[in-house]
């Protein structure tokens, strides 16, 4: 069974613009987990999506927003990039059985110049 | 206080050592423990899944959980150099608390 996929891998931006980043689950796989990676702060949740619907959300401002496709693929956005945005983004699938148990995908390294 | 709590190390062993790798956390509403590597320029890859207190054992690893000390253990035997990684313990509260709090990850070195 194929794994999660995220596009792009890399990705270079300047500060002002927005971006969009896809995630393709593992077939079956309905939920979608988004974090941020970094050296500082390490993983940190962005938000969740199972069915088209956010459950849950972290503490991130209104400038990163997601959604959830019918297929459970899923993008995230983020509007006026700010260097403080340059970070690995995973994406993560989970099972029908239990939205605890996430598999992740490579990430998608964004950097903001 | 953080949630959850991991020394970062760096931890560097011999080849064939017994890896000890530990997390504690704050809140008690955690009910699902995770263990992940990450190797370098890599997404994390899940290793061990628990619920509740005790022992599960997955080959060479082993995840631990006291549930009463909030405090939870990853033990890699016979550790390989191709164990050398980023090794992060993950824990939820379950129910409809979907995300995934992480620890800050131990950078973990087997030398040959």
């Known amino acids: 069974k194929a794994g999660v996929t995220q596009t792009p891998r890399y990705l270079i931006k300047t500060r002002g613009q927005q971006v969009t980043l896809s995630c393709s689950p593992i077939?079956?796989?309905?939920?979608v987990s988004w974090y941020q990676q970094t050296p500082g702060q390490g993983l940190q949740f962005l938000f969740e999506y199972f069915s088209e619907t956010q459950r849950n959300k972290g503490n991130f401002p209104g400038r990163f927003s997601g959604r959830q496709f019918s297929n459970s693929r899923s993008e995230m956005n983020v509007s006026t990039l700010e260097l403080g945005d340059s970070a690995l983004y995973l994406c993560?699938?989970?099972?029908?059985?239990?939205?605890?148990?996430?598999?992740f995908g490579p990430g998608t390294r964004l950097t903001v110049l | 206080q953080k949630e959850v709590e991991q020394d970062p190390g760096p931890l560097s062993v011999p080849e064939g050592a017994i890896v000890s790798l530990n997390c504690t956390y704050s809140n008690s509403a955690f009910q699902y423990f995770m263990w992940y590597r990450q190797y370098s320029r890599k997404g994390p890859e899940l290793l061990m899944y628990?619920?509740?207190?005790g022992n599960k054992e997955d080959g060479r690893f082993t995840a631990q959980v006291d549930k009463s000390s909030k405090y939870i253990s990853l033990f890699i035997r016979d550790s390989q150099p191709s164990d050398s990684a980023t090794y992060l313990c993950?824990?939820?509260?379950?129910?409809?608390?979907?995300?995934?709090?992480f620890g800050k990850g131990t950078l973990l070195t087997v030398n040959p």
């Open positions: 077939s079956g796989h309905r939920s």
């Open positions: 628990t619920y509740s207190s």
């Open positions: 993950a824990m939820s509260g379950g129910g409809s608390n979907y995300k995934l709090t």
């Open positions: 993560a699938s989970s099972p029908p059985r239990g939205v605890d148990e996430q598999f």
